[in-house]
């Protein structure tokens, strides 16, 4: 019986830290993503050129790397 609830507990955990890790993977709808950076001076211009801010603008990690976030 124990080695059903910590089946059970197991389960739930691993259920829950992989649609987390999904989550932190999509797209955010506060954010425009616009090409990949090295940093978030790398993200002026793109964001600028899709009619977004030049200074509202992140570098974060995406699937593949890291990506330019326009802020919305």
Do not use: N, W
């Not at 059970?8 to 992989?18: E, G, H, I, K, M």
């Not at 009619?51 to 593949?64: D, K």
């Amino acid at each position: 019986m124990a080695s059903v609830k910590f089946f059970a507990v197991v389960a739930a955990a691993l259920l829950l830290s992989s649609s987390l890790l999904v989550s932190a993977q999509l797209p955010d709808e506060d954010c425009v993503f616009a090409g990949p950076c090295r940093t978030r001076l790398d993200c002026a211009r793109p964001c600028k050129a899709l009619g977004h801010s030049p200074t509202a603008v992140l570098c974060e990690p995406y699937i593949g790397g890291l990506t330019c976030c326009c802020l919305l």
